[in-house]
């Protein structure tokens, strides 16, 4: 049986990893020319980082993340007062935080990104 709140933690973790891959891919954005050699160095250990965290989640949720991420850049957003933060609509009563404890992982009904509570 997985565990819904262990898997969400783990793909928040990916989501800030996929992050740091997107900066290290990119070295004018992260600084100089001259720290290539240390980001491609640092992506080889980013992206074997992520292959193990990927190996946890497992294909399920892992695709789904891939789709959510293609389409918006960011898959998990946190929740704020019933109020998804990935397109500010209110979400129903019924996805109250309490529920989540046992079920499964939400997404939001109206963008489907998957949703996690502050
Ligand atoms: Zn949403």
Request: net charge positive; aromatic share 6%.
């Amino acid at each position: 049986m997985p565990n819904s709140k262990r898997t969400l933690r783990l793909l928040v973790a990916l989501q800030d990893l996929d992050l740091m891959i997107r900066e290290a891919h990119d070295p004018e954005a992260s600084g100089e020319e001259k720290n290539l050699g240390f980001s491609l160095k640092n992506l080889e250990t980013l992206q074997t980082a992520r292959a193990k965290l990927a190996e946890q989640i497992g294909p399920r949720w892992l695709s789904l993340y891939e789709r959510i991420s293609k389409r918006y850049g960011r898959a998990v957003v946190p929740v704020e007062g019933r109020v998804c933060l990935g397109c500010f609509v209110t979400l129903p009563t019924s996805m109250a935080p309490k529920k989540l404890e046992d079920s499964e992982i939400q997404l939001c009904e109206n963008c489907g990104r998957i949703l996690y509570w502050l």
